[in-house]
């Protein structure tokens, strides 16, 4: 529909075409409410990969893709958990998404070899440990979270977003969160 509004290029097609955008991301707004609605509740600690500028970090084969890829709007999501955990008093924390996938959660193995063909299967070439990627990826995420919410317990201060603009204290921060995969006492990482 939305190709045959711009094919005739007409001042309604064009104002038919403004409301089906609308009216599309007010759909989307309503289903992104609903999520953050369901995810949030009282006291919880809520951790997310930090995705600023996911579209031009990867890249992606085709229209159908590249259309799908380009109406992602996690930003909105974000926003719409970190205010509602607010609300009812939980805690919602944006961590690094660097090297996520190919670590492993058990032993710290960071390497490429670990996820075969970018596949959908984790095979840890150092433990073996063999799990789904997204699972994986999951359970990296929450201990970055947790890392830094027992920095705001010991400090007393937060920082709801990572800072990436110094390669140096970034380095250092990837090195943290490695060394509490290697600790059985996450204590030790302190």
Same mark, same amino acid.
């Given at each position: 529909?939305?190709?045959?509004?711009? $094919?005739?290029?007409?001042? +309604?097609?064009?104002?038919?075409?403004?409301?089906?955008?609308?009216?599309?991301?007010?759909?989307?707004?309503? /289903?992104?409410?609903?999520?953050?609605?369901?995810?949030?509740? *009282? +006291? #919880?600690?809520?951790?997310?990969?930090?995705?600023?500028?996911?579209?031009?970090?990867? $890249? /992606?084969?085709?229209?159908?893709?590249?259309?799908?890829?380009?109406?992602?709007?996690?930003?909105?999501?974000?926003? #719409?958990?970190?205010? !509602?955990?607010?609300? /009812?008093?939980?805690?919602?924390?944006? @961590?690094?998404?660097?090297?996520?996938? *190919? +670590?492993? *959660?058990? &032993?710290? &193995?960071?390497?490429? !070899?670990?996820? *075969?063909?970018?596949?959908?299967? #984790?095979?840890?070439?150092?433990?073996? =440990?063999?799990?789904?990627?997204?699972? @994986?990826?999951?359970?990296? /995420?929450?201990?970055?979270?947790?890392?830094?919410?027992?920095?705001?317990?010991?400090?007393? =201060?937060?920082?709801?977003?990572?800072?990436?603009?110094?390669?140096?204290? !970034?380095?250092?921060?990837?090195?943290?969160?490695?060394?509490?995969?290697? $600790?059985?006492?996450? $204590?030790?990482?302190?």
């Amino acid at each position: 529909m939305r190709s045959r509004l711009r $094919s005739q290029g007409t001042r +309604g097609a064009k104002r038919r075409l403004r409301q089906l955008t609308l009216r599309e991301r007010r759909f989307k707004a309503d /289903v992104n409410h609903c999520i953050a609605q369901a995810a949030v509740m *009282p +006291g #919880f600690l809520i951790g997310w990969d930090d995705l600023t500028d996911i579209r031009e970090r990867t $890249s /992606v084969r085709g229209n159908k893709n590249r259309r799908r890829r380009a109406k992602w709007t996690f930003a909105e999501w974000g926003a #719409f958990i970190a205010y !509602k955990a607010q609300m /009812v008093g939980g805690l919602a924390i944006r @961590v690094d998404a660097d090297y996520t996938s *190919p +670590g492993c *959660p058990h &032993c710290g &193995c960071v390497s490429d !070899k670990n996820r *075969p063909g970018q596949g959908l299967t #984790f095979r840890c070439k150092q433990c073996g =440990l063999t799990l789904h990627a997204d699972l @994986v990826g999951a359970r990296n /995420v929450i201990l970055r979270t947790l890392l830094i919410r027992q920095d705001w317990m010991r400090t007393g =201060l937060l920082s709801t977003a990572p800072d990436g603009s110094d390669a140096e204290a !970034k380095a250092k921060r990837l090195q943290r969160f490695w060394k509490l995969r290697w $600790s059985p006492d996450p $204590s030790s990482a302190l």
